[in-house]
C-alpha cells in the first residue's frame, strides 16, 4: 500500500509533509526523490518516494483558482 504526502515545507534538509490523515511528519530532504519542492504530492512505497505530478498539478490548479476568485469577489 502507497502512503500519500503533500510537502509542505522545507527547511534544513528536512521535508516537513502532511500525510493524507492529515498529521505533519519528517523526512529527510536527501531520501526523497530529486527535485522535490514545496506543494509537490508524492507517494511512498516500501521505503521509495515517488513524485505523483498529476496530482501535484491538480492541487495547484485547483489553489490558483481558489486565489483568482477570491481577488475576483
Known sequence: MK???VLDLIESGWAICETSDQKQIQ???S???PGAKEGDHFAENEG???FLPEETEE???RNAALLKSLWES
Open 48 to 50: 521509495n518516494y515517488y
Open 27 to 29: 523526512i529527510l530532504l
Open 59 to 61: 492541487a495547484r490548479s
Open 31 to 33: 531520501e526523497l526523490y
Open 3 to 5: 502512503n500519500r504526502y
